[in-house]
């Protein structure tokens, strides 16, 4: 069974931290761009961050500007999982956060959210004090 699952998502509070988690299953995510996405109440979904497959790894990685400095997203090949590094997380950060993952259109992290080939269900981060 193919699927994506995130998970480690919750309530903090501004300027805490939490850490997300995408896990694979049914295939191997080393060969995936992986992008993490996020949509507010009333609001479009937005790219986030991106990391591209190991073997386009001298392709860079994705930050929106809206987090850059603040997220930091990595790969664990081993446990076919890539994770969100979320610090000083803001009120505006409050949304249901998606990864997602590519490699027939590009695994690469260029035109974010096109052809994206598998789709998780999301998890919720709320920032409030």
């Known amino acids: 069974q193919v699927q994506l699952v995130e998970s480690g998502g919750g309530l903090v509070q501004p300027g805490g931290s939490l850490r997300l988690s995408c896990a694979a299953s049914?295939?191997?995510?080393?060969?995936?761009?992986v992008g993490w996405f996020r949509q507010a109440p009333g609001k479009e979904r937005e790219g986030v961050s991106c990391?591209?497959?190991?073997?386009?790894?001298?392709?860079?990685?994705y930050y929106a500007e809206s987090v850059n400095g603040r997220f930091t997203i990595s790969r664990d090949n081993a446990k076919n999982t890539v994770y969100l590094q979320m610090n000083s997380l803001k009120p505006e950060d409050t949304a249901v956060y998606y990864c997602?993952?590519?490699?027939?259109?590009?695994?690469?992290?260029?035109?974010?959210?096109?052809?994206?080939?598998?789709w998780g269900e999301g998890v919720l981060v709320t920032v409030s004090s």
């Open positions: 049914g295939f191997t995510l080393d060969y995936y761009a």
């Open positions: 997602a993952a590519r490699t027939r259109y590009s695994s690469t992290c260029l035109d974010l959210g096109y052809g994206m080939d598998y």
């Open positions: 990391i591209p497959s190991i073997s386009r790894s001298d392709f860079s990685t």
